[in-house]
């Protein structure tokens, strides 16, 4: 081993240290300079070699090499005159060429490095995985992606066998065989889906000495695949529905040219697709302006607007409503109705009204199920109240069978051999043909001798309630009312006369909520299901224990009444071979114990809204991080780029 000296501690002899250190097969017998600060001296010191500022004590067999890095011209005589017949002296011209090297190695070194930086940043951003391996199938490299994609550490792969990580990998194949595979569909370990290409890793000399792998996660492809399929599935429906569709139908772009019209329209109007695609919106306008035309303009829909449209002039009421895609205009929707039509479905409705008023005559409180305590309560003070000649004012909220309630009551008291009138106070139709002039003295003869029920009193005008007070004055009828209103606070308000409050006040009957009767609950669903079989010509026969436990358990705002539609749907749905009502068969709703509230739009809008809900919040939880995000909700970093784009995600 050489045993060197060393003159200079200048940046030049730091380097030579540096390098005859790294090498090993060399000892230093000291480092000098005159410059105590010199960085050569403090790094000597710590690593145990001697320092001095002076050289010539050092002179000595045992020194192998002088190195002179002072830079000092005059120096050499000087050593060579001082120096053992046996040791070397390298001048400083030699050294400084030295030094140089030295230096321009570590600048190669240093920007190998920072290239294998560079390379080391880009293949960890990209999307892709990167996967190579030496000839024994050791893995050399692994970026982020790929250690994201196989769900493994990335640092714990280096070295191991390609195998260990991804059992099926072709890379060992393609090292044998030289030949590249392109585009290959494999799924890994973790589940993740990925189409993937093999390269053999060649030298100049033909050699291979690897192979390595680029893939990606077609996870995402595949849903957007899927989710393409489902909307032509939507779109086919779409369009199916509206060519069966008994209501007429058109469609016009945003500029307001026709796009679609079903078999429905060129029944009712005389047009064909011919006189409608392609045209204008006004085509089809034989009287009047194009609501069509006015819904692009205002982006507001219009409701039951009458025109006359086609060939022959038909009469017709036309409901119009913008089509907007993310806040984008992109047409409008129009629905006709036949006037001539609606006018024969109204005289249907008369008839069918005109049934179910003899039907509801001969209802009495044998019809009202329930042996609860609350509910007999309420049945004995309305045959109580049926003898007796005094206004009553049947209270509880709605569906808690008020109607059934006043029928029973008329019936059994001694105007039952007379008419049973109901006004619905609610509807405006009703209320404002009731108080026309003329008449109301025509219900008032109706009523003459019988009953008069005026149902939800509480909605009727202040006008109203003073043209009611005034005709009870000489009234020669039974006035039954019901409210699921506080009158008192409505008369408190000034809504409601405090005088008609206590003219139909004389005898209250509060009718329980069906959640605060739910032992009649059971005998309730045998009386509906005994009436819902004959109508639907069902033959079931019961209610399994978990489809009664969930529908005890429910609260029922909407009373008997939501009781009998949900228990009417339910059969709708049933098998003709199924017997019992199982807990499958009810409304998700009522499983879950919640009132359905059933918002407006398509079924694509809502989960779309619901969508973009579901990520502002899981943004807004992450603090905008959208990889955080993108985690959270088990989807790709771009499938959530994507989806916020598309679904205009704020934040």
């Known amino acids: 081993m050489q045993n060197i000296l060393l003159l200079g501690a200048g940046r030049g002899g730091t380097a030579i240290l540096r390098l005859l250190n790294d090498l090993g097969n060399f000892t230093f017998a000291a480092v000098i300079d005159e410059n105590p600060e010199a960085p050569a001296l403090l790094l000597a010191e710590s690593m145990g070699i001697p320092t001095d500022s002076k050289w010539t004590s050092y002179m000595s067999p045992e020194i192998d090499v002088i190195i002179d890095a002072t830079g000092d011209p005059q120096l050499l005589p000087k050593l060579l005159a001082k120096r053992d017949r046996s040791t070397v002296v390298i001048p400083g011209e030699i050294a400084s060429i030295l030094v140089q090297l030295i230096e321009e190695k570590e600048r190669s070194f240093h920007l190998i490095d920072a290239q294998r930086t560079v390379q080391r940043i880009i293949f960890d951003s990209m999307e892709e995985g990167i996967i190579s391996i030496d000839v024994d199938g050791k893995i050399t490299f692994f970026n982020e992606s790929a250690a994201r994609l196989t769900q493994v550490k990335k640092d714990t792969v280096i070295g191991k066998h390609i195998h260990e990580v991804i059992p099926h990998s072709r890379l060992m194949q393609v090292i044998e065989t030289g030949r590249y595979e392109s585009f290959q569909q494999l799924t890994l370990e973790s589940g993740t889906k990925i189409v993937t290409s093999r390269f053999p890793i060649t030298i100049d000399s033909g050699e291979r000495i690897g192979a390595f792998a680029v893939f ?47 078999p429905a329209y060129s029944r009712i109007t005389g047009l064909t697709e011919q006189d409608i695609i392609g045209k204008p919106a006004e085509a089809d306008i034989a009287d009047g302006e194009s609501i069509h035309r006015q819904v692009l303009d205002t982006r507001k829909p219009v409701r039951g607007k009458q025109l006359q449209i086609g060939k022959d002039r038909k009469d017709v009421i036309v409901n119009v409503a913008p089509v907007i895609v993310n806040n984008r205009l992109k047409g409008s929707v129009g629905v006709i109705h036949d006037v001539t039509e609606m006018r024969l479905m109204m005289k249907e409705l008369d008839r069918a009204r005109l049934l179910i008023r003899s039907l509801e005559s001969n209802l009495s409180f044998e019809d009202i199920i329930g042996q609860s305590e609350k509910i007999q309560f309420a049945k004995d003070q309305a045959k109580l109240a049926a003898g007796v000649p005094v206004t009553i004012l049947l209270r509880g909220e709605t569906g808690v069978g008020k109607d059934l309630f ?80 506080q009158l008192e606070k409505n008369m408190r308000d000034g809504t409601f006369l405090e005088e008609l409050y206590f003219q139909v006040n004389k005898m209250p009957i509060y009718i329980p909520p069906l959640r605060e009767r739910t032992e009649d609950i059971h005998s309730i669903l045998e009386h509906v299901l005994v009436r819902l079989n004959k109508e639907f010509g069902k033959q079931v026969e019961g209610f399994s224990d978990r489809a009664l436990r969930a529908l005890e358990s429910y609260d029922w705002p909407g009373n008997v009444r939501e009781l009998e539609n949900v228990i009417s749907r339910t059969l709708i749905f049933m098998n003709a071979n199924e017997k019992l009502v199982e807990e499958k068969h009810l409304p998700l709703t009522t499983i879950r114990r919640s009132q359905p509230v059933l918002p407006d739009g398509s079924l694509t809008e809502l989960v779309e809204e619901y969508e973009r809900k579901l990520i502002q919040d899981t943004l807004a939880s992450f603090k905008g991080n959208k990889t955080e995000a993108a985690k959270k909700l088990k989807i790709s970093l771009r499938t959530l780029y994507y989806k916020i784009e598309k679904l205009g995600v704020e934040g």
């Open 406 to 485: 006043a029928h029973a009551i008329h019936r059994k008291s001694e105007w039952k051999h007379n008419k049973f009138i109901r006004v619905n106070c609610s509807s405006v139709e009703a209320t404002s043909s009731l108080f026309e002039d003329g008449s109301q003295e025509i219900l008032m003869k109706q009523a003459s001798g019988g009953t008069l029920f005026l149902d939800e009193i509480g909605e009727l005008s202040s006008d109203q309630q003073k043209e009611l007070l005034s005709r009870l004055a000489v009234a020669d009828f039974r006035l039954i009312a019901s409210t699921s209103d």
């Open 216 to 262: 990606k996660d077609i996870s995402e492809i595949q849903e957007m695949a899927e989710e393409l399929t489902n909307l032509r599935e939507i779109q086919m429906m779409l369009e199916a529905i509206i060519q069966s569709s008994d209501d007429a139908i058109s469609v016009v772009d945003e500029k307001g040219i026709g796009l679609l019209i079903n």
